[in-house]
């Protein structure tokens, strides 16, 4: 076989074999196919597409070219969560605790900020102490003990993935949906939990802007997991407008305590609710959904919850004084107010670019390896919907520098102020396999 046959043969449209999809990540994984090869079939799959039997057996392919975590030895059916990423997306660190608090063993791999989106492994890293990289003995032992882990891409899991993730960054082949279903459930599937919930996010904060396309991910997505028999469905939730109302790594763990307190954000908290009844569900701790949105709300209501996200910290090596002291969290040495310009409705705010405003303020990587800034970013003091005076704050910048015109300059292009609007829906559809 010949890596330049495979790249026309996709280039110009035709579908590409088992065998020849297994040849080329088993070649892209111990470096016999180079990156240049393997950029242009990737820029091949984004025009041309793959249709479902080729995304299924890229996704098998991906999983086979490193270690999968067996979790058998687990009693109950083990959940993970993934999202397909947003800004200000701080909903991992408060379901997986909210869920493992009602018995639903939570087995989750996480990942690092892509593009203009943050990562949840980088949130959690804002916690002192805080450490994702576990053996896989480790892993099953916290899960087994207390009913919680979340782990990075560590070790020799799904290796294949690691490679293309980081070539799809640098080469505008991130948004595709073959690439990002087989992206994400390689890792799920390797990761070795029974049921997966996914957050397919929509709109300006998210890869798919559309919600046909978010549509189709999903049900790709669904497909490749049922094929492989683990229970697997997808919301399709709003990114129109960041998720809740901060944005960067202390200050969004903050907003997660203060959901668990009952205190927080109303979509957050919702799709918090949403996502996590399904998991309870997947998970057999409940009949149905009413059921576990019941027992979710209660653990919020008796500290249950707030006391598991305490346990979580302590054995991923944390501080779990945060928790009831969130001052400990590393802190911006300045505030600066965004005043808006006219009165009006906040109509739109466009996520994708507040995601780069937070980036620049140092909550993000501009490069692969840049050191990410725990403490600033960004509190939104408006949502779409809401009410402004011209003066009045509609959000508040958290940095370490008063040098941010820029940063300022893309915020105000990023909010619209209009006559009149209204709040988008923040739940989709909901995709089962
Ligand atoms: O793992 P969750 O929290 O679902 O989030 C996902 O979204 C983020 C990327 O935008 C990464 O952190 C990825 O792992
Ligand atoms: O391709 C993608 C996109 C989001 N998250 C992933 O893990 N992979
Ligand atoms: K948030």
Request: cysteine-free.
């Given at each position: 076989m010949r890596m330049v046959d495979l790249i026309e043969k996709k280039r110009n449209g035709k579908?590409?074999?088992?065998?020849?999809i297994?040849?080329?990540?088993?070649?892209?994984?111990?470096?016999?196919?180079?990156?240049?090869?393997?950029?242009?079939?990737?820029?091949?799959?984004?025009?041309?597409?793959?249709?479902q039997v080729e995304a299924?057996?890229?996704?098998?392919?991906?999983?086979?070219?490193?270690?999968?975590?067996?979790?058998?030895?687990?009693?109950?059916?083990?959940?993970?969560?993934?999202?397909?990423?947003?800004?200000?997306?701080?909903?991992?660190?408060?379901?997986?605790?909210?869920v493992a608090s009602v018995g639903v063993p939570v087995a989750k791999m996480s990942g690092r900020g892509?593009?203009?989106?943050?990562?949840?492994?980088?949130?959690?890293?804002?916690?002192?102490?805080?450490?994702?990289?576990?053996?896989?003995?480790?892993?099953?032992?916290?899960?087994?003990?207390?009913?919680?882990?979340?782990?990075?891409?560590?070790?020799n899991l799904t290796p294949a993935d690691k490679k293309i993730y980081a070539l799809r960054d640098v080469t505008a082949t991130v948004n595709s949906i073959p690439l990002i279903a087989s992206s994400i459930m390689s890792k799920k599937i390797a990761a070795g939990s029974d049921a997966i919930v996914l957050d397919v996010k929509v709109g300006s904060g998210a890869f798919m802007k559309?919600?046909?396309?978010?549509?189709?991910?999903?049900?790709t997505m669904v497909d490749i997991g049922s094929q492989v028999n683990r229970q697997t469905m997808a919301v399709?939730?709003?990114?129109?407008?960041?998720?809740g109302r901060a944005i960067g790594n202390a200050l969004e763990i903050k907003e997660a305590i203060n959901v668990l307190r009952g205190e927080g954000p109303e979509d957050l908290t919702e799709l918090v609710l949403t996502l996590g009844s399904q998991m309870v569900v997947l998970g057999q701790q409940a009949n149905d959904l009413d059921e576990a949105r019941q027992m979710l709300e209660q653990a919020i209501q008796?500290?249950?919850?707030?006391?598991?996200?305490?346990?979580?910290?302590?054995?991923?090596?944390?501080?779990?004084?945060?928790?009831?002291?969130?001052?400990?969290?590393?802190?911006?040495?300045?505030?600066?107010?965004?005043?808006?310009?006219?009165?009006?409705?906040?109509?739109?705010?466009?996520?994708?670019?507040?995601?780069?405003?937070?980036?620049?303020?140092?909550?993000?990587?501009?490069?692969?390896?840049?050191?990410?800034?725990?403490?600033?970013?960004?509190?939104?003091?408006?949502?779409?919907g809401d009410a402004v005076k011209e003066g009045e704050s509609l959000l508040t910048i958290y940095?370490?520098?008063?040098?941010?015109?820029?940063t300022k300059e893309i915020l105000y292009n990023s909010i619209i102020i209009s006559d009149k609007s209204t709040k988008p829906t923040l739940i989709h559809s909901i995709i089962t396999g």
């Amino acid at each position: 076989m010949r890596m330049v046959d495979l790249i026309e043969k996709k280039r110009n449209g035709k579908t590409l074999t088992e065998q020849e999809i297994r040849w080329i990540i088993k070649g892209y994984t111990e470096n016999t196919i180079e990156d240049y090869q393997m950029s242009a079939l990737l820029m091949a799959i984004y025009f041309q597409g793959m249709n479902q039997v080729e995304a299924s057996t890229l996704t098998t392919a991906m999983v086979e070219s490193g270690d999968q975590v067996d979790l058998s030895e687990i009693n109950g059916v083990k959940v993970d969560k993934h999202s397909t990423g947003g800004v200000g997306d701080t909903t991992t660190i408060i379901l997986a605790p909210l869920v493992a608090s009602v018995g639903v063993p939570v087995a989750k791999m996480s990942g690092r900020g892509l593009g203009h989106t943050g990562g949840t492994l980088d949130k959690l890293e804002a916690i002192p102490g805080f450490h994702i990289e576990f053996t896989n003995e480790e892993f099953i032992n916290n899960v087994n003990e207390h009913k919680i882990a979340v782990i990075g891409q560590s070790g020799n899991l799904t290796p294949a993935d690691k490679k293309i993730y980081a070539l799809r960054d640098v080469t505008a082949t991130v948004n595709s949906i073959p690439l990002i279903a087989s992206s994400i459930m390689s890792k799920k599937i390797a990761a070795g939990s029974d049921a997966i919930v996914l957050d397919v996010k929509v709109g300006s904060g998210a890869f798919m802007k559309d919600n046909e396309q978010a549509t189709e991910l999903a049900k790709t997505m669904v497909d490749i997991g049922s094929q492989v028999n683990r229970q697997t469905m997808a919301v399709v939730s709003d990114m129109s407008q960041p998720l809740g109302r901060a944005i960067g790594n202390a200050l969004e763990i903050k907003e997660a305590i203060n959901v668990l307190r009952g205190e927080g954000p109303e979509d957050l908290t919702e799709l918090v609710l949403t996502l996590g009844s399904q998991m309870v569900v997947l998970g057999q701790q409940a009949n149905d959904l009413d059921e576990a949105r019941q027992m979710l709300e209660q653990a919020i209501q008796s500290g249950k919850a707030l006391d598991k996200l305490k346990e979580f910290i302590v054995i991923q090596g944390g501080d779990e004084s945060i928790v009831d002291n969130p001052d400990k969290l590393p802190q911006a040495k300045f505030e600066i107010q965004l005043p808006a310009k006219e009165s009006g409705f906040v109509s739109e705010m466009t996520a994708d670019q507040i995601g780069v405003a937070s980036m620049k303020l140092g909550a993000g990587r501009e490069t692969k390896d840049q050191e990410i800034n725990m403490a600033v970013g960004i509190i939104l003091n408006k949502k779409i919907g809401d009410a402004v005076k011209e003066g009045e704050s509609l959000l508040t910048i958290y940095s370490d520098t008063k040098d941010i015109e820029e940063t300022k300059e893309i915020l105000y292009n990023s909010i619209i102020i209009s006559d009149k609007s209204t709040k988008p829906t923040l739940i989709h559809s909901i995709i089962t396999g």
